[in-house]
Structures are given as C-alpha cells and as structure tokens.
C-alpha cells in the first residue's frame, strides 16, 4: 500500500496516543482534587447566613419588646424563668441556650448544633441619648463551624410619656 503524499499521514502512532492519556489524567487529578476542596466547603457560606439569620431573628424579638416592664413600669425588673414569658427588653439579659428554641420552649431540631447568649446593657454611646433611655443588645450565635457571629444593635425608649430624659 502506498502512501499518498499530498494527503499526508493519518492517526496517532502508539507512543503519541499514550503520552496524550498520560497528559490528560495528570490534568484530571489536578481539577478534581481543587474541585474537591470546593465541593468540601461549599456548605460553609450556608452554614454563615444560618448564623447571620439566627442572630437577626433574636435581635428582632428582643428589639420588638417594650422599652419598660409593661406590668411594673420599671426599666430591667428580674427576668422570668422561661422566654415565654419575656415582656421587656432586659428580660433578654443573660440568656443562652446552647440549641435554638422556639419561644415556647421547643427545641428547632434541624438547628441543635447552634447556640446562642444575649446581653443587653446601657450604653452611653449614643450621642444626644441619656444612657437610662437606651439599652445596647448583643446577640452572639455560635454556629457549627465554631464560629461566633456577634450582631449589636440599640434600644431606645421612644414610647415613654413623657419621653425619657
């Protein structure tokens, strides 16, 4: 058989076709070992806005209560023994659980490697706000990965009448 030299020569000889392989798995082990250590983390980001959110969520409920103990009127009386019965602000002073609950008490299953702890202070840096007419909350939520979220937020007492001086 003849070779027809305006077509040129067709196909991989032997050694061209096992240096190709070779080359293409060394490549191979390369992506999938650093598509490993992304698939391996790719739950981190979740696991973060989870803390974030849970952190926010108790900051609102703690936040939405009343500045002053609506039943004595006064600013941080002894807190109840359940956060069921939280009615104020500085009730939320203290708590920690190491599992997130609902208010009622039960236990959110699916978040029990969570835990949490609020306190709430004066402050006096706010400018222009007495520091009796203004309470700083911390919520710190400790998440899975052993990481702590820290959220801060403030609450004044603007429902007072008269306003709080």
């Known amino acids: 058989m003849s ?11 032997l050694v061209e076709l096992v240096i190709a ?13 650093s598509y490993s ?3 391996g983390r790719s739950a981190d980001p979740m696991i973060r806005t989870q803390t974030i959110a849970l952190a926010e969520s108790f900051m ?10 609506p039943a004595t009127g006064t600013r941080c009386p002894t807190a109840p023994a359940s956060r069921a019965n939280f009615n104020n602000v500085c009730d939320y002073n203290g708590y920690s659980d190491n599992s997130i609950r609902l208010p009622d008490g039960s236990t959110v299953a ?8 609020i306190v709430v202070a004066d402050t006096n ?11 700083r909350i911390a919520v710190s939520v400790t998440n899975p990965l052993n990481e702590t979220m820290t ?4 609450r004044t007492d603007y429902e007072s009448n008269p306003a709080c001086s």
């Open 21 to 33: 392989i070779a080359v293409a798995g060394v490549l191979v082990a390369a992506l999938m070992s």
């Open 110 to 117: 699916s978040l029990s490697s969570y835990s949490v702890s």
């Open 37 to 39: 250590a992304v698939v």
């Open 60 to 69: 609102e409920e703690a936040t939405l209560k009343p500045f002053l103990d």
């Open 151 to 154: 959220l801060v937020g403030y």
């Open 3 to 13: 070779i027809n030299p305006e077509r040129g020569q067709r196909g991989l000889t």
């Open 125 to 135: 840096s706010l400018p222009g706000i007495a520091s009796n007419c203004a309470l």
